[in-house]
């Protein structure tokens, strides 16, 4: 039998587990409050579904992240307050968060995350610790072809220049 070849959830956190996932979590609380937020600036009824998923989801990554970080001794990071709610009519057109701008906040976070989920996944020597965020992470890829349409179908993607290079042309 290898060393840490038990139960995995019997075996310590290494130090590198334990900022991953607790980083993660301080960062899935702040993104839950701006999602909180945007949800209040947003008018179109399919970026706030997906708002909302997007919010279900990160509730559900919090709870299983900080019941792994209690079982094993680490303090939580604090949680910022809800966010109230408010009539989008009622914040002035200046100072509104646009539909196209709260997708493409949305798809660079999500973005972030796939790329957080991995480093963790590749930095854990924990079986459990890489299989929950494993499942982040095919959560988010999800999630990210669901806004990836979304700017598609709304005209809402900005791409970058496009690159028409063929051998011919030289």
């Given at each position: ?56 989801n990160g509730q559900q990554e919090i709870q299983q992240i900080e019941t792994l970080l209690k079982e094993n001794g680490v303090g939580l990071p604090p949680s910022p ?90």
């Amino acid at each position: 039998m290898g060393i840490l070849s038990g139960n995995p959830q019997d075996e310590p956190m290494h130090y590198g587990e334990v900022f991953g996932t607790w980083s993660f979590l301080l960062t899935a609380k702040g993104a839950i409050a701006g999602y909180q937020t945007h949800l209040n600036h947003a008018g179109d009824e399919d970026l706030l579904k997906l708002l909302k998923e997007t919010i279900n989801n990160g509730q559900q990554e919090i709870q299983q992240i900080e019941t792994l970080l209690k079982e094993n001794g680490v303090g939580l990071p604090p949680s910022p307050p809800e966010r109230p709610k408010a009539h989008l009519e009622d914040i002035p057109a200046g100072a509104r968060f646009t539909d196209p701008e709260i997708a493409a906040m949305l798809s660079e976070n999500i973005a972030a995350g796939l790329v957080a989920c991995s480093t963790i996944i590749g930095q854990s020597i924990r079986e459990d610790i890489a299989a929950m965020f494993g499942q982040f992470h095919v959560q988010k890829a999800a999630l990210g072809v669901k806004a990836l349409r979304l700017n598609k179908e709304k005209g809402w993607l900005i791409p970058p220049p496009l690159h028409h290079y063929k051998a011919d042309d030289c």
